[in-house]
């Protein structure tokens, strides 16, 4: 199965400073490249995803990039807001039918 | 439209007892999926429905547990006899799709913590 790393492990930052978070993975044929957010007592939320045919993708302030040839992908967030803090999970996907969850970064943004 | 729920939110077993949690997929989700997280951890998953159909059921850590999908949106995760590791929150996610195209969005429910004493 996939072997997945996010580092930092926690993350604070203050309010309109940047984050961000980089996700390893061992799978070479993992072709989906999602991010998750968790707030606390409620499920993972898709907040942006990439596939393995594009390099960079944004989305407002949240961008994520990809690196094929060093398995790694990286979470962007700029301008952070109190409401970014949550605990983010990067889950690289191959043909298989479930996501392969990382260890998780906690997010807190010092307003 | 309604997201995926989850039944009970909370559950407190003892030692040995048998409980089931329910999930409501999002209406039209071919693909349903079991992950178990544990405290500080990410998901990890336990089982997938193509329909009615379980197609993979490898990520189940023993046969004290048990999913069904009987007609193809509910499902039902079963743990008989609970054991104290069995405690983690126990999330459900739908997909519009078939789980092998890769690039299908799962949506969660809120997730059942269970306890166990």
């Known amino acids: 199965g996939e072997n997945v790393e996010q580092h930092p492990s926690t993350l604070s930052v203050q309010e309109g400073d940047s984050a961000v978070i980089k996700c390893t993975y061992s799978?070479?044929?993992?072709?989906?490249f999602p991010w998750y957010k968790q707030e606390l007592g409620k499920g993972p939320q898709l907040i942006i995803d990439?596939?393995?045919?594009?390099g960079e993708k944004k989305d407002q302030r949240i961008a994520v990039t990809l690196n094929k040839t060093a398995k790694h992908f990286s979470l962007h967030i700029t301008e952070t807001q109190p409401e970014d803090s949550a605990v983010y999970f990067c889950?690289?996907?191959?043909?298989?039918?479930?996501?392969?969850f990382g260890t998780g970064t906690r997010l807190t943004v010092i307003p | 439209g309604a997201g995926v729920s989850q039944s009970p939110r909370y559950k407190v077993a003892k030692r040995g007892q048998d409980v089931a949690l329910r999930c409501d997929p999002i209406?039209?989700?071919?693909?349903l999926f079991w992950y178990q997280q544990a405290l500080g951890q990410g998901p990890e998953f336990l089982t997938y429905?193509?329909?009615?159909?379980?197609?993979?059921k490898s990520g189940l850590p023993s046969d004290r547990f048990f999913a069904e999908r009987p007609e193809g949106s509910v499902s039902t995760l079963k743990i008989q006899r609970t054991q104290q590791e069995d405690s983690a929150v126990y999330l459900c996610?739908?997909?519009?799709?078939?789980?092998?195209?890769?690039?299908?969005?799962?949506?969660f429910g809120p997730g059942t913590r269970l306890t166990v004493l």
């Open positions: 996610a739908s997909s519009l799709a078939l789980g092998l195209e890769s690039y299908n969005e799962q949506f």
């Open positions: 209406s039209g989700h071919v693909s």
């Open positions: 429905f193509q329909n009615e159909a379980q197609l993979d």
């Open positions: 889950a690289p996907k191959t043909g298989a039918n479930n996501l392969f």
């Open positions: 990439i596939r393995s045919n594009v």
């Open positions: 799978d070479s044929a993992s072709n989906y």
